[in-house]
């Protein structure tokens, strides 16, 4: 999960290196590892070498570090980074320090008012990837053109926006995991997800148009077992598992394709299918319940802040006014 050891103690000031911890912190990466997602694992590895690094800078200890060193770390992030990547910083500054049974300087009131600062400047808030929904599927999907590529990325549009999967889950589906059903619909066997790290596996619906889709691009492509969404080169060559990070990449070039403006383009990222999708569901009155079963979300927080701007509508008020009948 961590980096291997010097580094985990890198930033300490050149000082002689405790053994102790550093056997600590060795133990905890070997017994760690694939025990989360691996976009989980290359964070933290990231975040623990702009900490360390910061540390090394400024004279810094950075394992274990007092609590006058975290809050003058995230004082610093704060100028420059948003507030959700700060928090992420200190989640993965927490864990380490968990592996290393010294917790509690993260949870001390220097590290807690400085988060404090940082809200109170910048706030809470956090940009939300521009929704991917239906009217805009149906614009990208029909200016997409005639190649075999064009081919994969109608597929893989299509069946994000069906199954609400994320980026990782979509570039992990194996042609094994589709299922067609009587009728000309289909299910997707989702193994793995970012909330179910063990594999207890979900199963998710893809529609008949997609069905078709994808059943087109496997045809064209000559797919017929292995991971169902591959890269493809120059000259139509078809090659090995789509990389997570090429999703976002593929919904922005479609977008621009179709002739989308630039801030909708920009907006777009890996989960903005699962976003539209969402907000579909909101505005077509579909039942909570519904939605978090599709989304297979745990709590009501990403939806309620997918649909900020569509739920108001369903508030009290609103459906007061409608029985007023005020115009």
């Known amino acids: 999960m961590y980096p291997e ?26 017994a760690a590892r694939s025990a989360f997602s691996g976009n989980t694992e290359r964070a933290v590895k990231s975040d623990l070498a702009i900490y360390a690094g910061w540390c090394a800078e400024h004279g810094k200890r950075a394992l274990p570090a007092t609590p006058e060193t975290v809050a003058a770390f995230v004082d610093a992030m704060a100028e ?24 509690a300087a993260l949870k001390s009131p220097p590290v807690r008012l400085a988060l404090k ?21 149906r614009r990208l999907l029909e200016a997409a053109g005639a190649r075999l590529i064009d081919d994969r990325n109608r597929a893989l549009l299509a069946v994000a926006y069906d199954t609400m999967l994320r980026r990782a889950e979509l570039a992990s589906l194996q042609v094994a995991d589709l299922l067609e059903e009587v009728g000309g619909d289909a299910t997707l066997l989702v193994r793995r997800s970012k909330t179910d790290g063990e594999g207890g596996g979900a ?8 069905l078709k889709l994808v059943r087109r691009w496997c045809g064209r492509g000559g797919i017929a077992k292995g991971f ?20 976002a990449r593929i919904f922005k070039a479609m977008a621009r394709d179709a002739g989308q403006p630039a801030a909708v383009v920009e907006g777009l990222s890996g989960h903005s299918a699962r976003v539209g999708a969402a907000q579909d569901m909101i505005a077509a009155g579909i039942e909570l319940p519904a939605i978090l079963q599709a989304g297979r979300w745990k ?23 409608r029985h007023q009948q005020r115009a």
């Open 203 to 210: 199963i998710v619906w893809v529609g008949p148009d997609s």
């Open 228 to 247: 169902l969404f591959r890269s493809v080169g120059k000259g139509g060559r078809v090659g090995g598992a789509l990389p997570p990070g090429q999703v």
């Open 299 to 321: 709590s009501t927080a990403m939806v309620n802040r997918y649909g900020e701007r569509l739920l108001p509508r369903r508030s009290g008020a609103a459906q007061l006014a």
């Open 5 to 30: 050891p010097p580094f985990g103690l890198s930033g300490a000031t050149g000082t002689d290196r405790e053994p102790a911890l550093a056997e600590q912190f060795g133990h905890f990466v070997r």
């Open 117 to 137: 600062r940082m809200h109170r400047g910048k706030g809470r808030r956090q940009d939300q990837a521009h929704g991917l929904t239906w009217p805009l599927r």
């Open 80 to 103: 420059a980074r948003a507030p959700a990547t700060v928090r992420r910083y200190v989640a993965s500054i927490r864990l380490a320090h968990r592996a290393l049974g010294c917790e």
